[in-house]
């Protein structure tokens, strides 16, 4: 059974602040401020200890003033709460460059010096985190990996209520606050995220407070959000699901106030329905709150400049006062915009927060900047996966037994989500795919995440589950790497074409990754899986608008270091990558294979060692012997390995006395020079395999071009000759799919034959009757609409 | 100024249906619904004149049944409120797998048998069409380009509303209904569409009536608006700006009668919206109706199967009845269900429908498999675009001024905006980006289209306007889609990196172009023009979660016929393509410039001919003789260009006696062969540039190996080195950028140095001085926070 949530903290409602700590509130929100700003204008004189100069101001301006105070605001207000409530909480910072703001407070706090020693809490630490803010080589404007407490970087907008409810899940003592800009409310994938209290179980997973930070503007607009009637988006907002709470102004004490009140009915609110949800077996979904925060953009900064209306407005978004450097006024209004914070009150002539700042800020891993579930490798366990024995099918004789693979893995799959029942540490994800995907095995040992209505015919839905299923690649994604940051295991599964949907968010995942890599206090976390299914080859009724294979070219373009592709070419090839995958640490693996019935090549060992390999030689499919061969068939892919191996036969009863190599990779990366892919094979290693001289007929699932961006720096890329899908599609037979685009086993055998130099006059016979082959199949599917029964009975056996 | 709409006839509200026209309806319902049901089954007997037999069906049963009853109803009511109030309307179908539902109800309507002679009003088109149904080679199951009156495939979901708003947009005549399927609505691009009632101008624009299908499953699953109260849907709904109308229930002739008052309803209340704002000048933005439909998903299908409910279930998403060849009982509950329309009531002996079933039919091009807003060539004026003459920076010497290339290129647009005030045929969309990407220009002529609430502080807000600014791509790109689909102009700009957030639905939009090129009565459409700005080079404040120029990658894998990628490295090049790209058809134009300051190079008229050539030698930038070069330094880009030109001057200046070729390549699809994209260049032509000797250093905008990927199969490709962005970004200046990856002017001379044989002792020298600067270059950074003097102060004829 999992540990039964602790409950006794978060259902205690604190009174109301006294006046005393809403001064020290004020005075830590301040200090952000006042940091904040810092950082976007000081290279020195942080404390102004003396006039500012403009010597003491960057060269460069860059960064953004416009939403700072209100995350300064919503930290102050979570300190409090964290520590009143003594809560484990978690915040998603939303708005693109909210930098400033939580590397301001990450300071004040403490967590940002126990990560960088040289940004002490004292004035010369704060030197340095002033002048590091986007300066070359510095931080970013974002809440980038490089900031304490973040698992989400902003800027690419769109994605913070995902990140959040993954953060959640499985979760039950976590608090995770989500800061949603009134900009990124506008995205869709933020606007698909609000459904996802549907799938939040109030008994296992912990809680989401979103905070809708209405400051009114963008870059340069008016926010849609912030420009409808209130009643209209309260009404919105309960659509949602949620329960408004409204919190606006723009006189400090008041906000504060206002503030403090919101974030306790939130608190009440959500410990309330755990409480029913956990001791009383409420079933009904609750109505989540949520905190509408109206405060102007750029609050407390420049109220005009140069006669134009700043504060309050699209003109706060980036650096109010742009020419400190040159326009004394400028400079003298910056100045007396960081002496209105009264620093001197703040900090003491060391620099350091006086005791007032820091009255607000919690203990130890409960600061936010300090909490392990924002370092997901500091909580992960490996999974535990069972022996592929157990699931691996029987291959006595390769080609001559078909499974569906995903069907497989889905019984592995099963095992794990079976053997993490009271962990609740690995989820699925998938955009109402999984049994579509074969992957159904898994409901066995866990139903799919629902927490809305339900009727008598509903199957497999479950208040508890760990299979999550909605329509949006964009929410599945999100799910899953929030999950994974805060340190567990999932797997997405997904329609090969659409995961496109997601092209975006995985760049930034990748380079979320390999920031981290380099951050030696960030621990490793789980890879971000993705199988790859309904592919591209299959798409029988879907048809050309269901086929695109380009998200391995997609993530190929993208760190090395973070990035694997595989290509199984069965059942137990899949399962043994999928195991690889899944025991691996910062990674991004992207699978693709088939749920078609697909023939078995390799034993549970043979597949062990080949995927280990990356890349080989099956000896029993080609006709070499001994000496180097005439030709190579290359193949990455199931249906592709499935054509070559057919080639291999056909060549091997027409054309016995062609020495033929049959090589299959399921590692994409082995092609690429070992300089450029930490997978990529020697040039000794790659020439030993694919010859530097004969002619390489490579049978490829993708773009055909791919390999040659893999391979063209080899010695023998000249001879490569590659097929793949070269958008030919249309709703048809898979073999006519693989003639359409040249990539059947008859094409291949001409490939070869017109290729290899040399061969007996029989050769051009042999050719012929490969063309006549092709003709016989247009012939015969017009006629019946299916393939060819040589084709549809085919087994390397037969 | 513009025709005044017309609104007498939608004014009219004509009465409640007669029971003997709801007869019709009915009769039109099961005539659709009847065709679907034998789309998917069918092969011969279209007319069950003769009893069912197993090689009557089709032997791959491919298709889905599920949505099409919902999609049948819709379609008959819509055909009559069209007919009654003679409405110019069209319908998108939102809905993945609706194909059987729209071509039913084309053929019924005559509109299928116009654009398909073949599939004739008969019992033998009938049987054609039946026939074709996900068919090898026949048409797919989705709402293709092959269906007449649409433009809107389905199937990927999640696009429906916003296309149909970019239909709507400038279209006041026009009735845009759009069917969102519950799945569908789960997504997050068509859960940010509903926002887009903002930007609709109750004047200028259409209506679009959005009718939300809870059917209630997705493949496997039920769905989460399906699943929450009605009282929270209407939440939700109003949330969203909406007024609903709810129409449920399985009894057909109450649903009729229900469905029709529905309609009814809600186009009274758009004439009442129209009116007020065309008429009585309300300003306030309508709460526009929203008919919110609940049927059951698999209506009037088989109730059960094998013991198991289908009909209304998410088992009735596929094929209800799967084993009709070889279950005799199977095959006995399909003739039955087919029965159960009565055929014989609907079909003459001939199989052309009787009177009753097309008596609700419109008439020629109302009807909607007719109108030609789905057919947008037949409908597409030429853009009025003057002279470039007008907009061209004067460039007396080359490198020596610099201009903002974007900005110029705004003026250029403002005055397409201006020229197109009356016609209203031209947008510009971007998320929130417009002036951030320096094209404010635009402003000048028209305003930024907003219907929400305004402030005294907002600038160019403007009812009527045709900028297009909502932080959603997904929701730019499908407005711009729409409306292009419909026969308008547009250009989306947008963030390099963020651009990769459309990337499934760019896939579908060029997948749309390719297939409707290959169709007769489709007559061709304005291009899709990206102008992607803010890139990889100039991300000085973002750093490196907003670097990626991968998107050029990304479409370069589609269809050769549509994609076209152009690197403009100048202000009077940038005016070049774009002048094309406004002019062309049927294309993706994907531009790729910088909004910084940047060298003019080419004056307007060398501009003209450079980019026609789409790649050439810049002669007064290179040291050739005569002879070949000794080394070729070829560019994309414009940062690259000018890091080239840059080395260029310091080989003229440290390398005198080298002789040097400068090659510029605009159009990248020059580089392919000319059998594989059709701007690619003949050998001859390459080999002329590029040489097939010498060493080519090229310096390329985006991932260096996707120049490899264009150009293996050249003669000289062995020699090719590229140069480009690999990942290498952070918060940092330009020229910091182009160091990290090995782009900078010091980089490629050491290369040429590394690169070309025989060079004189004193190279090696030279080679030093350069890794000096740049080792000077970190130093500098490092301590000042710029790029060095004599990088930032340097030009082409200092």
């Given at each position: ?106 300071w004040l706090e403490g967590?940002y010096s126990e990560?960088?020693?040289?940004a002490s809490r004292d004035?010369?630490g704060m030197?340095?985190l ?220 060391e620099g350091r927060p ?445």
């Amino acid at each position: 059974m999992p540990e039964a949530p602790r409950q006794d903290s978060r259902t205690d409602s604190p009174t109301a602040p006294t006046d005393e700590e809403l001064r020290t509130l004020d005075a830590h929100w301040r200090a952000a401020n006042y940091l904040a700003a810092g950082q976007i204008y000081l290279l020195a004189n942080p404390l102004l200890t003396e006039p500012l100069r403009p010597e003491h101001i960057k060269p460069r301006l860059l960064g953004h003033w416009g939403t700072s105070p209100g995350l300064n605001l919503v930290y102050t207000h979570l300190n409090r709460v964290i520590r009143a409530r003594e809560l484990d909480a978690l915040c998603i910072w939303g708005p693109g460059h909210g930098g400033p703001s939580v590397l301001a407070n990450s300071w004040l706090e403490g967590s940002y010096s126990e990560k960088y020693p040289d940004a002490s809490r004292d004035a010369e630490g704060m030197e340095l985190l002033m002048r590091q803010f986007s300066f070359p080589g510095g931080v970013p404007s974002h809440v980038a990996p490089e900031v304490p407490g973040s698992i989400h970087e902003g800027g690419e907008l769109g994605y913070s209520l995902a990140h959040a409810y993954g953060a959640a899940l499985d979760n039950p003592d976590l608090l995770v606050a989500c800061v949603i800009g009134d900009g990124e409310a506008e995205t869709g994938p933020l606007a698909g995220s609000w459904h996802a209290n549907k799938f939040l179980d109030p008994v296992h997973d912990g809680a989401v407070l979103p905070i809708l930070h209405l400051n009114g503007y963008k870059i340069a607009n008016p926010t849609v959000l912030a420009r409808i009637p209130e009643e209209e988006l309260d009404a919105l907002l309960r659509g949602y699901g949620h329960e408004p709470i409204h919190v606006a102004g723009d006189e400090p004490a008041t906000v504060h106030r206002a503030m403090a009140a919101a974030m306790d009915t939130a608190l009440d609110r959500i410990a309330a329905a755990q409480r029913a949800a956990r001791e009383d077996g409420a079933t009904e979904r609750p109505h989540w709150p949520v905190i509408v925060l109206r405060t102007p953009k750029g609050w407390t900064g420049p109220a005009e400049v140069d006669g134009e209306p700043v504060e309050g407005t699209w003109r706060a978004h980036q650096v109010p006062l742009s020419g400190v450097r040159d326009n004394p006024e400028h400079l003298r209004q910056l100045e007396s915009w960081l002496r209105s914070y009264r620093p001197e009150e703040l900090f003491d002539a060391e620099g350091r927060p006086v005791a007032d700042v820091l009255a607000c800020v919690p203990d130890d891993t409960r600061r936010l900047g300090a909490t392990p579930h924002a370092n997901g490798g500091l909580l992960v366990r490996d999974l535990p996966i069972p022996s592929l024995d157990d699931f691996a099918v029987p291959v006595d004789k390769p080609g001559t037994t078909t499974h569906e693979p995903t069907r497989v893995l889905g019984d592995l799959l099963a095992r794990v989500m079976r053997d993490t029942a009271d962990r609740r540490d690995f989820r699925l994800v998938g955009p109402d795919e999984t049994a579509s995907n074969r992957l159904q095995a898994v409901y066995g040992a866990s139903g799919k995440a629902w927490q809305a209505g339900t009727l008598p015919v509903d199957e497999h839905l479950d208040r508890h589950g760990r299979v999550m299923e909605i329509l949006s690649e964009h929410l599945c994604q999100g799910w899953l790497e929030g999950y994974l940051l805060t340190g567990r295991h999932g797997l997405f599964s997904c329609y090969e074409a659409f995961v496109h949907i997601v092209d975006s968010m995985v760049n930034q995942h990748i380079k979320w990754l390999r920031t981290s890599r380099r951050l030696p206090w960030r621990a490793p976390i789980s890879s971000l899986n993705y199988l790859l299914t309904s592919h591209v080859w299959r798409q029988d009724h879907n048809g050309f608008s269901h086929q695109d294979p380009g998200f391995v070219d997609h993530v190929l373009n993208k760190s090395p270091e973070v990035v694997r592709v595989y290509l199984p070419p069965d059942a137990n090839t899949l399962l043994s990558v999928a195991d690889h995958a899944l025991r691996s640490r910062d990674y991004v693996n992207v699978i693709v294979a088939g749920k078609q019935p697909c023939f078995d090549w390799l034993s549970n060992e043979e597949a062990r060692v080949h995927c280990a390999r990356g890349a080989g030689i099956w000896e029993w499919a080609g006709t070499e012997d001994g000496a180097e061969p005439d030709v190579v068939l290359a193949c990455a892919g199931d249906v592709p390995t499935q054509e070559t191996l057919a080639a291999a036969h056909l060549l091997r009863r027409y054309l016995p006395e062609l020495s033929v190599r049959v090589v299959n990779v399921v590692d994409l990366a082995r092609l690429l020079p070992q300089g450029e892919h930490p997978h990529g094979m020697s040039d000794f290693e790659y020439d030993g395999l694919f010859t530097t001289t004969k002619p390489v007929i490579f049978a490829y699932h993708g773009y055909p071009w791919l390999i040659h961006r893999l391979a063209y720096r080899r010695t023998g890329h000249q001879n490569l000759h590659v097929r793949g899908y070269k958008e030919a599609g249309t709703t048809t037979t898979p073999f006519d799919m693989v003639v359409r685009n040249d990539l059947d086993r008859y094409r291949l055998v001409m490939d070869v034959i017109d290729r290899v130099p040399g061969l007996a006059v029989r050769a051009t016979a042999v050719r012929q009757r490969m063309a006549d082959a092709r003709t016989r199949h247009h012939a015969w599917i017009r006629e019946h609409g299916t393939d060819l029964p040589e084709v549809a009975e085919w087994s390397w056996n037969a």
